[in-house]
């Protein structure tokens, strides 16, 4: 027999893919309707995570409705003292457009050159903030290389400092950006996180419950996710480049098996087993928890240098059998907690 539900209904909790997903390799080119079309006829994506430029607001609108897939989060990278303007007009568009967050990269530099402050980057979401609330939609900053918050321990320091201001903060939280810095000491180096590291002031490893991610998920700030495969150790991209000619840094790695000379490294299914942990665990606290304020997974497996770039099996089909599991793994996870409640009533397993 089925265990009876907990008390509370099942929470929502829907699966997309990010717009720069929607492509096999990055030779691909695909028109806007034959990416909803391809995400469609997927049918394991509840939306697409998509910021238009201005000139393809409309076209989306259409598009969208013609093909029933609706875009339900944006995202930007944005650099303070330049593009809060940027950020405001993005909060109003993903209002318009039916989006209820919005994935905000903060860069880790301001336009003037100088790194940005702890202090700047609560200020940064808290304007965001007030913005969204009258909007009903929720920014929410992303750990991401790059950003302010490569250096992972700064992310509780900010949120203290936004919630002194009576207001929760929230997180993307893409797992890949801290997973692929385990065991590797040449990403540590940046932001000087190695020292950190090393003295066990910031954890990486997700098994251990001290970890950055075990606390983000246990302190209810993930908001919004991205689902990025990443193993520890991540091998660079050594089949893309960057403009300077430095191989891509390598925060992805294939979901599947990849087919014979589609990749540029050995493949091993167990190596992922870390970031899936994190995964599940990020499902078992919604679960769980009634205050939970995740509402959005998207998988995000895409073709630049530091990730995809250069490989020759199919990132979206990698996408689709992403959601799969993650839809997978969350009907397991919710089972697993009716079948709890129902131990902690008293009644027999």
């Known amino acids: 027999m089925?265990?009876?539900?907990?008390?509370?209904?099942?929470?929502?909790?829907?699966?997309?893919?990010t717009a720069?997903?929607?492509?096999?390799?990055?030779?691909?080119?695909?028109?806007?309707?034959?990416?909803?079309?391809?995400?469609?006829?997927?049918?394991?994506?509840d939306y697409v995570e998509r910021s238009p430029p201005p000139h393809e607001l409309d076209a989306h609108v259409r598009a969208c409705r013609r093909h029933g897939v609706?875009?339900?989060?944006?995202?930007?990278?944005?650099?303070?003292?330049?593009?809060?303007?940027?950020?405001?007009?993005?909060?109003?568009?993903?209002?318009?457009?039916?989006?209820?967050?919005?994935?905000?990269?903060?860069?880790?530099?301001?336009?003037?050159?100088?790194?940005?402050?702890d202090d700047e980057v609560a200020e940064a979401y808290l304007r965001a903030f007030d913005i969204g609330v009258r909007l009903g939609v929720t920014p929410c900053f992303e750990i991401h290389v790059n950003m302010w918050s490569e250096h992972y321990g700064r992310v509780e320091r900010v949120a203290e400092l936004v919630r002194q201001r009576g207001v929760p903060f929230a997180i993307t939280l893409d797992a890949?950006?801290?997973?692929?810095?385990?065991?590797?000491?040449?990403?540590?180096?940046v932001q000087g996180l190695i020292d950190d590291v090393a003295t066990g002031r910031v954890v990486l490893d997700p098994y251990d419950p001290r970890s950055v991610t075990a606390r983000w998920i246990a302190g209810g700030l993930?908001?919004?996710?991205?689902?990025?495969?990443?193993?520890?150790?991540?091998?660079?991209?050594?089949?893309?480049?960057?403009?300077?000619?430095?191989?891509?840094?390598?925060?992805?790695?294939?979901?599947?098996?990849?087919?014979?000379g589609s990749w540029h490294s050995e493949w091993h299914e167990d190596l992922l087993l870390p970031w899936k942990h994190v995964m599940r665990e990020l499902?078992?606290?919604?679960?769980?928890?009634?205050?939970?304020?995740?509402?959005?997974?998207s998988t995000e497996i895409i073709p630049f240098p530091d990730y995809g770039g250069g490989a020759?099996?199919?990132?979206?089909?990698?996408?689709?059998?992403?959601?799969?599991?993650?839809?997978?793994?969350?009907?397991?996870?919710?089972?697993?907690?009716?079948?709890?409640?129902?131990?902690t009533d008293g009644h027999p397993r």
């Open 222 to 260: 993930v908001t919004h996710a991205h689902a990025r495969p990443a193993v520890p150790g991540n091998p660079v991209n050594v089949w893309a480049r960057h403009p300077d000619g430095s191989p891509g840094r390598g925060i992805q790695y294939p979901f599947r098996r990849p087919p014979p």
């Open 70 to 117: 609706p875009i339900r989060a944006g995202g930007f990278y944005y650099l303070l003292g330049r593009d809060e303007p940027l950020l405001e007009w993005h909060l109003r568009i993903a209002h318009e457009l039916g989006a209820t967050v919005h994935n905000v990269q903060l860069m880790t530099h301001r336009r003037d050159g100088t790194p940005v402050t």
């Open 312 to 343: 020759r099996y199919s990132l979206f089909d990698d996408s689709v059998a992403l959601a799969q599991w993650l839809r997978a793994t969350w009907d397991a996870v919710w089972d697993e907690a009716c079948m709890e409640h129902q131990s």
């Open 2 to 17: 089925p265990a009876p539900a907990p008390t509370r209904a099942r929470p929502p909790l829907l699966f997309g893919i």
């Open 176 to 189: 890949s950006h801290v997973v692929f810095k385990i065991d590797n000491p040449r990403e540590q180096a």
């Open 20 to 45: 720069n997903g929607i492509l096999h390799t990055d030779a691909d080119a695909f028109d806007l309707d034959t990416k909803l079309a391809m995400v469609k006829a997927a049918g394991v994506f």
């Open 283 to 297: 499902m078992r606290h919604h679960a769980r928890d009634p205050a939970s304020r995740l509402r959005h997974i």
